[in-house]
């Protein structure tokens, strides 16, 4: 079992940047797959990015490519969301969460933080 705790989030204007963390507790975070997920007010939870175990693949969704950047530093049990060039539609609750392995579908993910709000300004 893995518990996770998101920090990072906040207020920015549009265009700017923040770094969202994602820090699990227990000694098997290093054997999960990561993600992040995003739910805007009304909205379905939506996936953002996937990082594998090792770090060494990563996904990202459309919308986020080249924007956004997920990494993972599995000595200090934490993922991380760099986010650039903010839109005031990535406006939303941004999750954590672990899976066995690296997927885009909500339904692969077997542990979820309880997110943190990131709001873009425009």
């Known amino acids: 079992q893995v518990e996770l705790v998101e920090s990072g989030g906040g207020l920015v204007q549009a265009g700017g940047s923040l770094r969202l963390s994602c820090a699990a507790s227990?000694?098997?975070?290093?054997?999960?797959?990561m993600g992040w997920f995003r739910q805007a007010p009304g909205k379905e939870r939506e996936f953002v990015a996937a990082i594998s175990w090792s770090g060494s693949i990563t996904y990202y969704a459309d919308s986020v490519k080249g924007r956004f950047t997920i990494s993972r530093d599995n000595a200090k049990n934490t993922m991380y969301l760099q986010m650039n060039s903010l839109k005031h539609d990535d406006t939303a609750v941004y999750y954590c969460?672990?899976?066995?392995?690296?997927?885009?579908?909500?339904?692969?993910?077997?542990?979820w933080g309880q997110g943190t709000q990131v709001t873009v300004s425009s």
């Open positions: 969460a672990a899976a066995y392995g690296i997927a885009r579908l909500r339904s692969e993910y077997r542990y």
């Open positions: 227990g000694r098997t975070f290093s054997s999960y797959a």
